[in-house]
């Protein structure tokens, strides 16, 4: 919004200043410091809100060591993250650039998902909340969108790298002419629509869906949809899993979000996706905004959020982080980086799917179901296993930037 209105005024009245908004790296700035600011300025206001229409988290006594005393935390925080990444970004972003309209949506669709499942736990006193086939239909839902979208767009394209041989000609010690032909890869001049996505860790390291499609193009349309549904939905619900201790998704996803954000300016600026030999995706650059807004949201939540937890997100705000996270991979083609990057939503992901495939084929086989946990998600086999909640939320932030420091080694190994 502002940028549109600051380029109006330099270009008609060369208002002072105004220029700053034409710049990325400004916006993203002013967009982190605003989001830090919402969160913990107004964050007080809300708590005290939520609190005095006892809008709080009903714990079950699952044995676990300062369970109960969570009882009564105010939830459905996530609204606060929701508001703090929403404002920046309407705020600074350009609001005409299809990636920033795609996280918008994304981010609104998945907050009302999430807070609709929060609503019905809070004020129906419902403990399993929405139904989990009708949040599968939401994600779907967003994944058709997204993928439909990437595929129809003529704002969302690429530039090919194209090969160029480059002669050189000189002469040696002996005067003899010697003429050598290097094969130089250079960003394509034109823009194309492509289903291409990157590969981690590989030389020649993009891979093209419709490879497997034969060409067709409802086939291809087809499959997009597909794997966007399945980014969508499982990182969206690894997330959700992984919310169960105070700050825990809170912090995992912060350098989750910045390596992201690093990854949409490189992608989005030619010389360094030149540089780089990387996929030129004009226009993601402007997601750098959104992830900056993002990462002040985060930060400043864990304001209330670390331990011992003023507020919870609920499902409103980690339905939401995992599925804007998705989103934001496909829209920058990296998604297949999501596995090593958001290894901590995958590790809870899995320990949940294991504890429950093993409990159901002990119980078939022995007629007792048996347990490969202590309990699942895996955060809570290290309560049951006796770490304190702190040391296990930090060893998990740890964990989370390590895994974002490889996937950004990922640029240069391959």
Known sequence: MLYHLFRYLDEAYDFPGSGMFQYISFRAAAAIILALLIVIIFGR????FLRRKQIGEEIRDLGLEGQLQKRGTPTMGGVIILIAILIPTLLFGRLDNVYVQLMLVSTVW????????DYIKVFRHRKEGLKGRFK??????LGIIVGTTMWLSGDIVVREKTT????????????????TVQRNVLIDSESTKTTKTTIPFVKNNEFDYGWLTGGDNILMWLLYV???????????NGANLTDGLDGLATG??????????????????IVYADYLNIMYIPQSGELVVFAAAFVGALVGFLWYNSFPAQIF????????????????????RKELLLPLLCGVFLYESCSVMLQVSYFKYTRRKYGEGRRLLLMAPVHHH?????LFETKIVTRFWIISLLLAAITLVTLKIR
């Open 164 to 179: 160029q041989p480059v002669e050189t000609v000189y002469y040696d010690a002996d005067g003899t002419v010697v003429q």
């Open 226 to 236: 597909l794997v966007a549904i399945f980014v969508v939905t499982a990182v969206s």
């Open 382 to 386: 290290y309560q049951k296993k006796g």
């Open 252 to 269: 995992v996803s912060v350098p989750i979000v910045a390596v992201l954000g690093v990854l949409a300016y490189l992608s989005g600026h």
């Open 110 to 117: 998945l907050g009302l998902i999430g807070g609709l499942d």
């Open 136 to 141: 599968i239909v939401g994600q779907v839902g």
């Open 45 to 48: 206001t809300i708590i005290d």
């Open 313 to 332: 997100m609920g499902d409103t705000g980690s339905l939401a982080i995992g599925g804007v996270i998705a989103v934001f991979a496909l829209c920058i």
